[in-house]
């Protein structure tokens, strides 16, 4: 039985910024009373409704705006994890985080939650149990998140001018590249299948990904992508040599960078120095390093994040000659990585994910 909360509750703010809007989705009445309570205690959040299955949730949504959505997986009817997708996109923005006892860290759940859209998860424990624990987990992402949302966030600048025009070859085949390198973070993997199902089994040039993900789910988020990209994929490891046909993704604890060899192959290197963006690993290193090495042979793609993770790796990229495409608003689920590349200009084109797969597939610059 759904539990409707009056929706002039997000208007009881106190001091300050107005409360982020939460919906509650949860087939027990005792866990969503707990989180509530949980929210409540706060001055940063409101409950706009608390509903115990994913069809309520979606008709909340037709008639009230939300900025984040806590999930349950197991519900009645159609579980969390089927219903993601339609709760992203009647959302219309709002982040979902994924609270469910079956999200422990680098279970298979959480990995699918994550892949399908969801920006985090929270491992909710039994009724009673580590229940301190849980608040203060739930409410330190909900902070992470809430203000991230894109209907709480200015809209990135429009560029003064469209992305410019693919740079023109200057000798025969002058407009291929040689590797591809993506970066992305929240949203990031729903959009990394979307790219990976554009690109064919023949496909032979390395692929490397920086993708912001706790270090626990790097294996887990490696076998998905080896699945998905019809291609071995795996987490570097340090001194690790780049491979034709292969996928390699950064851990979690640590930057890539990329190098020649003598040989004229090149591998990987692993560092952890502190970067300007914060992030751990960081966009930026991986572009640098690979544009260094790689100059006008190298695709550099940014999906969906926050922040501005990649922009100063992107003009590294430009400025070589390589070339740059990101991921378009309207299939983002946050659009602060890719809009800070457009707005710093370092942009050729500007694509839904799938669209950028057949770029990459088809070896050539948009």
């Known amino acids: 039985m759904a539990t409707a909360i009056p929706l002039d509750r997000q ?17 027990s009445a005792v866990a969503r009373a707990v989180v509530e309570r949980i929210l409540t205690a706060t001055d940063r959040y409101a409950v706009v409704a608390s509903v115990s299955t994913a069809a309520a949730a979606l008709d909340v949504l037709a008639r009230a705006k939300v900025d984040v959505i806590l999930l349950d997986v197991q519900m009645p009817g159609t579980d969390g994890l089927t219903a993601l997708p339609d709760l992203i ?13 079956q999200a422990g860290e680098g279970a298979a759940t959480t990995v699918q939650a994550l892949a399908l859209g969801a920006a985090d998860t929270v491992f909710k424990p039994a009724s009673g149990a580590r229940l301190g624990q849980f ?7 909900l902070d992470r998140l809430a203000g991230a949302t894109p209907s709480r966030m200015p809209s990135p600048p429009a560029p003064a001018r469209p992305a410019p025009p693919p740079r023109i070859a200057t000798g025969a085949g002058s407009d291929e590249f040689d590797i591809v390198a993506i970066g992305a973070s929240t949203g990031g993997i729903h959009a990394l299948s979307a790219f990976l199902a554009e690109i064919p089994a023949s496909f032979r040039l390395p692929i490397l990904i920086t993708q912001h993900l706790p270090t626990a789910f790097m294996p887990y988020f490696a076998a998905q992508l080896a699945l998905i990209g019809k291609r071995p994929c795996e987490v570097a490891t340090d001194r690790l040599r780049l491979r034709p046909g292969r996928i390699v993704v950064a851990p979690g604890d640590a930057h890539m960078r990329i190098v020649a060899l003598a040989d004229g192959s090149a591998a990987i290197r692993l560092t952890a120095e502190p970067v300007a963006s914060g992030c751990t690993p960081s966009v930026d290193p991986m572009f640098a390093s690979l544009a260094a090495v790689f100059g006008p042979r190298l ?3 940014v999906l969906s994040g926050m922040g501005r993770d990649g922009s100063d790796g992107a ?15 309207a299939s983002s689920v946050i659009w602060g990585m890719p809009g800070a590349v457009v707005d710093g200009g370092s942009a050729d084109a500007v694509l839904p994910p799938a669209a950028i797969g057949r770029i990459a597939a088809a070896r050539r610059r948009p």
Request: with cysteine; charged share 20%.
């Open 135 to 141: 608040a203060a987990i739930l409410i330190d992402k």
């Open 89 to 101: 996109v009647a959302g219309a923005g709002a982040t979902v985080l994924v609270v469910s006892g």
């Open 315 to 329: 003009r590294r990229v430009h400025e070589a000659g390589g070339c740059v495409v990101v991921q378009d608003q």
């Open 11 to 27: 208007e009881a703010a106190t001091a300050g910024a107005t409360p982020a809007r939460v919906l509650i989705v949860d087939d």
């Open 299 to 301: 695709l550099a793609v």
